[in-house]
């Protein structure tokens, strides 16, 4: 099975070089970062890589998610999403794409809080958020989830089925509690992560970022749980 992986980017020069030649060619077919509004040399230093780079102006991460969904190639089978900052461990990306090459799962999805975590990699409201969300979650469909990991694989047929609609923070969520309430086969597996490479987080970097991550995934939950089905 074919499997494409998207890497949404914004002002990570620093960094996107090493992350997109850390996905194990034996693995991956392509792979495709998003440059999302970069104002550096993130979508250069990204294609001499080897990476497809592929421009989304419009900034907001689920529309990076969607661009890349978008230009996958017609023969993409599995899609495996990844930060671009160098948390996320690409050496890792078999664990998430065997278990749906061998067709046991259509989504497998890591969980940070279960890894190896270096320290300073995840902030407390991180940690708490995740394990929230799969408390609220398994209450809503009966699955188990422990994080909002972004590191994440999923058959491309039924992500394309889920109708995703999220622009910005919530798009992770949205997946997570769209396949379930679909039901999908969805297995979650530890996965390590890192204190990201350079830069400094929008979301966890600064309270206000943080403040506007969690409006927006407080607004996704309370719009896809009780949207009609």
């Given at each position: 099975m074919r499997v494409s992986v998207i890497i949404p980017a914004l002002n990570e020069e620093e960094t996107i070089a090493d992350v997109v030649r850390g996905v194990p060619p034996a693995t991956a077919n392509e792979v495709i970062v998003v440059d999302n509004g970069s104002e550096d040399r993130t979508a250069e230093r990204a294609s001499s890589a080897g990476a497809r780079v592929v421009e989304e102006t419009r900034q907001g991460y689920g529309r990076a998610c969607a661009a890349g969904v978008q230009a996958l190639s017609p023969d993409c089978e599995i899609v495996v999403f990844l930060d671009g900052d160098g948390s996320d461990c690409p050496e890792l990306m078999d664990h998430l794409v065997e278990p749906i090459k061998q067709r046991l799962y259509d989504f497998v999805i890591g969980s940070r809080t279960r890894g190896r975590r270096e320290p300073g990699s995840l902030n407390l409201q991180q940690v708490f958020a995740g394990r929230a969300a799969g408390l609220f979650l398994r209450a809503l469909y009966g699955v188990r989830y422990t994080d909002m990991c972004p590191f994440r694989a999923i058959r491309r047929e039924a992500l394309e089925s889920?109708?995703?609609?999220?622009?910005?923070?919530?798009?992770?969520?949205?997946?997570?509690?769209?396949?379930?309430?679909?039901?999908?086969?969805i297995l979650e597996v530890p996965v390590n992560h890192r204190r990201r490479a350079g830069g400094e987080s929008k979301v966890s970097g600064t309270l206000r970022g943080t403040s506007m991550a969690g409006a927006r995934i407080l607004a996704t939950l309370a719009r896809v749980a009780t949207e009609r089905r």
């Amino acid at each position: 099975m074919r499997v494409s992986v998207i890497i949404p980017a914004l002002n990570e020069e620093e960094t996107i070089a090493d992350v997109v030649r850390g996905v194990p060619p034996a693995t991956a077919n392509e792979v495709i970062v998003v440059d999302n509004g970069s104002e550096d040399r993130t979508a250069e230093r990204a294609s001499s890589a080897g990476a497809r780079v592929v421009e989304e102006t419009r900034q907001g991460y689920g529309r990076a998610c969607a661009a890349g969904v978008q230009a996958l190639s017609p023969d993409c089978e599995i899609v495996v999403f990844l930060d671009g900052d160098g948390s996320d461990c690409p050496e890792l990306m078999d664990h998430l794409v065997e278990p749906i090459k061998q067709r046991l799962y259509d989504f497998v999805i890591g969980s940070r809080t279960r890894g190896r975590r270096e320290p300073g990699s995840l902030n407390l409201q991180q940690v708490f958020a995740g394990r929230a969300a799969g408390l609220f979650l398994r209450a809503l469909y009966g699955v188990r989830y422990t994080d909002m990991c972004p590191f994440r694989a999923i058959r491309r047929e039924a992500l394309e089925s889920l109708g995703m609609r999220e622009q910005t923070y919530g798009w992770n969520l949205e997946m997570q509690m769209r396949s379930a309430r679909a039901g999908l086969r969805i297995l979650e597996v530890p996965v390590n992560h890192r204190r990201r490479a350079g830069g400094e987080s929008k979301v966890s970097g600064t309270l206000r970022g943080t403040s506007m991550a969690g409006a927006r995934i407080l607004a996704t939950l309370a719009r896809v749980a009780t949207e009609r089905r």
